[in-house]
């Protein structure tokens, strides 16, 4: 399958920071990328869906502007959660469709993110 | 909508015991059906996925079958390992191609 990564693993930062996410496949070439977050022992949350090249697509209730999604280029995009607060404590997951038909999604690993 | 229910957890088992994980799914049009794996502390793995009615993915000693007419996918395993004790994710894809989770079961295998 396809090798998707994710950095950093885990992050810890003060309240009113900015922090970025990365997601990169590793060995094919992301068409559409999709970040998603979890709370502890939930489902996944989607929050947005971007294709490479145009803006990405949020899901209702989520914040553009406080979830910042960049998709550079066909292997790489980033979340940036601008001015973190506790409550965006969450684990974060990338997701990515390019080789195994446009119905199968590829995750990262996660990230872990604690705002104190 | 589009929804999927998942049989809730934790389900416990003893090492060498049979698994069936319920789902069952609303979706639009004809969804791709989807079971992820996920072990603690680590993203979403890909375990077995099916496209159309009565096909049978299988993967690593699981199977689940798509079943059209009760629109679910039921994930089987004959012998669970302790190695097997995971949260395990259903997802159904319609025609959007944005996933719907559903909420997981986690399974417990003791030794």
């Known amino acids: 399958g396809a090798v998707v990564s994710q950095h950093p693993s885990w992050v810890i930062c003060k309240s009113g920071t900015s922090v970025k996410i990365e997601c990169r496949s590793l060995d094919f070439q992301a068409t559409t990328m999709f970040w998603y977050r979890q709370f502890p022992k939930q489902s996944l949350m989607l929050m947005a869906t971007s294709n490479e090249g145009s803006k990405a697509t949020y899901e209702q209730g989520v914040e553009k502007d406080k979830f910042l999604i960049n998709h550079a280029s066909l292997t790489l995009s980033t979340l940036t959660v601008t001015s973190a607060h506790p409550e965006d404590s969450s684990f974060y997951i990338c997701?990515?469709?390019?080789?195994?038909?446009?119905?199968?999604?590829?995750f990262g690993p996660g990230t872990r993110l604690t705002v104190l | 909508g589009n929804s999927v229910t998942q049989m809730e957890g934790p389900v416990t088992l003893s090492e060498e015991a049979f698994l069936t994980i319920n789902c069952t799914y609303t979706a639009t049009g004809y969804p791709s059906l989807f079971w992820y794996v996920q072990y603690p502390g680590e993203g979403l793995q890909l375990l077995l996925k099916a496209t159309k009615a009565d096909d049978k993915g299988s993967n690593k000693g699981f199977e689940a079958t798509y079943r059209k007419e009760t629109t679910s996918f039921h994930l089987e395993k004959g012998s669970v390992q302790v190695s097997d004790s995971a949260v395990y994710f259903c997802?159904?894809?319609?025609?959007?191609?944005?996933?719907?989770f559903g909420t997981g079961t986690r399974l417990k295998v003791l030794a």
């Open positions: 997802a159904p894809v319609p025609g959007t191609y944005k996933y719907i």
């Open positions: 997701g990515q469709v390019g080789i195994g038909g446009a119905d199968t999604q590829y």
